[in-house]
C-alpha cells in the first residue's frame, strides 16, 4: 500500500518551459488536492478534485491547470514556469473532502531559473 | 479572510518534557480540525483530528484540545522524544464554507537530549 505517490522528486526548470507534475492514490479515495509549500506560507491549496470528473480552484491556481484522470490519478501541469512557482509541491488524498484526514505525498520539490 | 495562526514559530522541549503546541482559528464556522506533522523533507502526516463537538480527544502520547469560547486549539505531546522533532501545522476545515482546508503557518519542534 503506496499511499499518495507524486513524481518527480527534484525538478529545474527554466523560465517559460512546461511540466507535469503526477500524483496517483491507490487509497480508493475520492478526492484529490494539490498544494504549494513556501517558507513562512503553510500549505496553500492550489487545486483540488473533489471527486472524479469534477476539478475547481483553490486559492493560488493562476498559472496552473489540473487533471483528474481518473479516480486513481491527479496532475498538475505548469503550461509557461515563472520563478515564482518555486516552491515545494504536495498532492494529497482524502477519503471525501471535508472528512478524515489527508494523506500526503512526499512533494516535489520545483526550482525555475 | 479567515485564517489559522500558530503563537509560537519554534518550540524547544527537553527529552521527556511535555510540549505544547498551540494554534489560534478565526473562523467560527469551523467544524473540524487536524494536526499534522511534517519532518525535513516529506509530506505532512496525520497525528490527530478533533470535531466542534468535541473539547478534548486522546491519542497515543497525544492530546488535541479545542476551546470554541476562544478560538483556540492545542496539541499536547507527552514525554517528548527526538522523533518528535518536525514542524506541526494545525488546519481548520469549514463545512460552510465548502469543507475548505486551511492550515496554519506552523510550529517548529526541537527536541533537546
Known amino acids: 500500500n503506496a499511499g499518495v505517490t507524486q513524481t518527480p522528486k527534484f525538478q529545474v526548470l527554466k523560465t517559460g518551459q512546461s511540466m507535469t507534475l503526477q500524483c496517483a492514490q491507490d487509497m480508493n479515495h475520492n478526492s484529490m488536492y494539490w498544494y504549494r509549500q513556501d517558507p513562512g506560507m503553510g500549505l496553500r491549496l492550489i487545486y483540488y478534485?473533489?471527486?472524479?470528473?469534477?476539478?475547481d480552484k483553490g486559492e493560488v491556481p493562476n498559472g496552473y491547470n489540473v487533471s483528474r484522470l481518473n479516480k486513481r490519478e491527479f496532475s498538475l501541469r505548469l503550461e509557461s514556469a515563472a520563478p515564482s512557482q518555486t516552491s515545494v509541491y504536495f498532492c494529497?488524498?482524502?477519503?471525501?473532502?471535508?472528512?478524515?484526514?489527508?494523506?500526503f505525498g512526499s512533494g516535489t520539490r520545483l526550482t525555475v531559473v | 479572510g479567515e485564517s489559522v495562526g500558530l503563537h509560537l514559530p519554534t518550540l524547544s522541549v527537553q527529552e521527556g518534557d511535555n510540549s505544547i503546541i498551540n494554534c489560534a482559528y478565526s473562523n467560527s464556522a469551523s467544524d473540524y480540525f487536524i494536526w499534522y506533522k511534517q519532518e525535513s523533507g516529506k509530506g505532512p502526516q496525520f497525528i490527530i483530528d478533533i470535531r466542534s463537538n468535541m473539547d478534548k480527544r486522546q491519542g497515543q502520547r497525544v492530546t488535541v484540545l479545542l476551546n470554541k469560547t476562544v478560538k483556540h486549539l492545542s496539541l499536547q505531546i507527552a514525554a517528548t522524544q527526538p522523533g518528535d522533532s518536525a514542524v506541526y501545522f494545525c488546519a481548520e476545515n469549514s463545512k460552510a464554507a465548502g469543507n475548505k482546508l486551511t492550515f496554519g503557518g506552523g510550529t517548529r519542534v526541537l527536541v533537546k537530549p
Open positions: 494529497a488524498s482524502s477519503l471525501e473532502r471535508g472528512k478524515g484526514g489527508y494523506t
Open positions: 478534485s473533489a471527486s472524479e470528473g469534477t476539478t
